[in-house]
Every structure is written in C-alpha cells, then in structure tokens.
C-alpha cells in the first residue's frame, strides 16, 4: 500500500472515528435531556391551559366553526389533535391531523360532569397517546368539552435526525477538505521520496551523477543533502578508482615495452657481441624498477585499505635517522650532496612502527636528493616539543611552487620540471609517507619555496615515563 493511500485511509478513518463518537454521544446524551425537556412542555402541563386558550376564543366565536383555523393552529404547534364538543357531548370541531384518531368519548362524558381528565391510551399503529379532557366553561357556565390527543412519539428522535443529519454532512465536507489535504501533504512527501529512489536506483546501476534537487529544511531535505554528498563521494571515488587503473597501467606498460624490445634484439641477433651484456643489465634495472613500482602500488593500497597495522613501539629515534643516513650516504656522495644531521645531546625514545617511519625518511631524503642540485645541502634534524619528537627534512634543492604544493601527496602526482639528468619518478613517494604518518596519529607538513628549497616536518609521540 502505499504512503498516500495509507495516509488517506488513516484520515478517513479519524473523521469516520469523530462523527460515530458524536453521534454515540448525542445518543447518551443530548437525547435524553432534551425528550426530558420536551416532556416540561408535554399535554399533561399544556392541558388545561390550552382549554382555557380554546375557552376564551369559544366567547368571542359565533359558531363553533369559526374556532376551527385556532384548533388547526394549536394542533401544529403542539403536535396534537384537538376536538371540541358542545355542552351535551356531541363533537362540533375537530383538528384535522392525524386523521385516524378518533376522540375517547368516556372521557367527555366525564368532562361534562365538571372532571379533567387524563389517560393513556393505545391507537390502532401500536402507539401510545395521552388524552387529555377538560370542561370548557365561560361565565362558570360549562358550555362543551375539550379534549386533546398526543401522540407519544420519540421526542429525542425530533432533535435527533438534524442533529444527525448536520454531522454527516460537517464529516462529508470535512473528509473532502481532508482528502484534498493529504492530496497536497503526501505530495510533498512522496515527491522527494520518489526522486531519491530513482538516484537510489541509478547508484545501484553504477551511476553516480545523479543529485536531488530539494530545497526544504525538513528532515527529507536533510536526507537529499547526504544522499548527494554520498552522491558526490562515489563519483569521486569512482573517477580515482579510473584514474588509478589508467596510471598503473602505463606505468607498467612502459618498461614492459622496453624489456620487451631488447629482449627481441637479443633474440635476432642484431647486438653485437659486446652489447648484449649491457643490454641484460638494462634489462635487469627495467625489471627491478618495475618490481618495485608494482611493490609501491601494493603497499599503497593496502595503506589506504587500512590492510598493514602499524607495529606501534618505543624506539630510538637518533639510531633509526643514523641507520638511515648509512643507508643513503653512497647516491648522496655520488650525486655530490650533503647529507647533515641536527641532533640533540638526549635520547629520543618514540612510539610508532621503526620500519615504517624509516621508510618515510627514505621518501623524504629520496626526494630531496632526487630535487637537490649538486653541491646542495639536505639536514635532517629533530627535537623535543612538548609530547612529541618533530622530525624535518630540510633541503635547498629546486622548490615546489605553490600551485603543486597541493597536489604532491596525491598518488601519481609528479613534477614534469625535473632536474637534468633525473629519471621520471612514479610519483607515489609521498603518497605513502603520508599513508604511513596518518596511521601514526599525526601530519606531515611541507613549507617550500622554488628556487629556494623544501622542508617536510611531522610529529611523532614521545614515549611517556
Ligand atoms: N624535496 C623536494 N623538492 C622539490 N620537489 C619535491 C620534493 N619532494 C617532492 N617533490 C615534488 O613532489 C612530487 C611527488 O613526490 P613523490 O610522491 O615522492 O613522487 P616522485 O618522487 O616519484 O616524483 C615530485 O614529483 C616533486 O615534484
Ligand atoms: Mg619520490
């Protein structure tokens, strides 16, 4: 069923609710304080004082049919039939409605002795009627009888039928506005419910360009809002996830199509005896590059995919910066630059995964060295900040300008201004090292200037006690 049809249903129901209550309540009620009201006013009171009425008219009459427009009056408005005899009993006027009641003669007998009257009789439909009779005398003179019937209808039921009546046609005309209502309600609702289904829809097709346009502040255009931001994540997901497909690719088909021409070389016969050992080498170094581009892309991803736990430790940093500089002091010494250290005198003992941090130090000097002119400085240096140990890699190399700067740690970015001589990086260096210092809790930052040099700093935590 649907949200309008359960909507409708559910307003219709209350307005039926309402009138079946008030009309109950009526029944309870207003009926019987109303028949009770009537009855103040019944036959039994009104008798006698509708005697004297006909009594005094009855002087003023010549004839007895000149009272008859009076009789026809009375009888309307007291919903009784009225007759008149004279003085010896025989009727000489009559109301006319209800026909069929015929006048009690017992009773106008006794009224003729002087004696009002009242009982109760049956008529011939099974209704009940009070008959009242009543001497009419002018001048002390008894000059006929009046006797007046009524019949015992339901008094409640005279109010009852436009008091229901009134209700079924307020609750008609309430259920059409209601109706017209939940018609524009639910369409405010069911409108944007339908949009989003049909994004919803399009997600689950691999469409991600879809958006709802809802500008309500309720709690539905709450929703539209994080279904587009959803909306716009995906897409943006979906448009690295191509991106990243396309850039391994042809990473990996460079080299390929390099090892494969020498290899083919080698196979005709077309190098000469003392080439082909230098091509093997070249083929060996296309090989071993492309092993470890395929070893970045792996660790990269399974970083981002929160695959590696960092093996959180207290070590030495001052050891793991010397390790490293031994590690990198032969490319520094053959490319002519200077790797300097700034240490303290103290210990530095850190929390954090030793090989992993020695890996972002690789980048950093990597990059540094890689960017550095020959015969310019790199240093790395460290110091005590409050809980944490602030670890840089300063160098005077070529610089970043400004508008790179964002873009460094992306993956795949690279710089296309290389220095002379420098071979195409794979551009995911920093990528990984930014990886590596986010899973530590903490930042990198890189203040750079072109022409002026660059300077990577993070923070790791101190080991406390
Ligand atoms: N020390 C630095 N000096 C100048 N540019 C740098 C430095 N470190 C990184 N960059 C810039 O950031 C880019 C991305 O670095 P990285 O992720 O390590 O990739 P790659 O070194 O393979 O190019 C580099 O291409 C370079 O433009
Ligand atoms: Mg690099």
Known sequence: MSYRTKLILSFLLVILLTILITLLIQRAVIEPKWTQFLTNFSLERRGPELASIVAQNIQRARRWYELRPLLEQLSMFYRVKVFLTDANGDLQVQSRYPEEIQPVQAEIDKALE????????????????????????VNNKLIGTIQIVQERTNLGGVLSFPLTSSLLIGGGIAAFFSLFLVYLVSRQ?????????QMALK??????TARVELSSRDELGELAQVLNDMARKLEETERIRKELLANISHELRTPLTTVQGYIEALMDGVLPEAKRE?????????VKKTESLVNSILELSRLEAGAIKMELCPFDLKNLIHWIKDKLDLPYQRKGVNLELQLPEEKIIVLGDPDRVGEVLEIFLDNSLRYTEKGGIVRVSCFKKGNEAIISVKDNGIGISPDELPRIFDRFYRSTKIPRGEKLGAGLGLAIA????????????????????????????????
């Not at 986010?438 to 022409?451: C, F, M, R, T």
């Open 278 to 286: 230098e091509s093997l080498k070249l083929v060996l170094e296309e």
């Open 203 to 208: 997600f689950s097709q691999g469409d991600f």
């Open 114 to 137: 002087g004696i009002t009257s009242s009982i109760e009789i049956s008529l011939s439909n099974g209704q009940k009627a009070d008959v009242v009779t009543s001497p009419v005398y």
């Open 189 to 197: 609702v069911t409108l944007p419910i339908k949009k989003m289904k």
């Open 434 to 465: 930014k990886e590596i210092i986010e899973a530590h809790g903490s930042k990198i930052q890189v203040e750079s200037a072109p022409g002026e040099g660059s300077c990577f700093t993070f923070g790791l935590k101190l080991e406390r006690g």
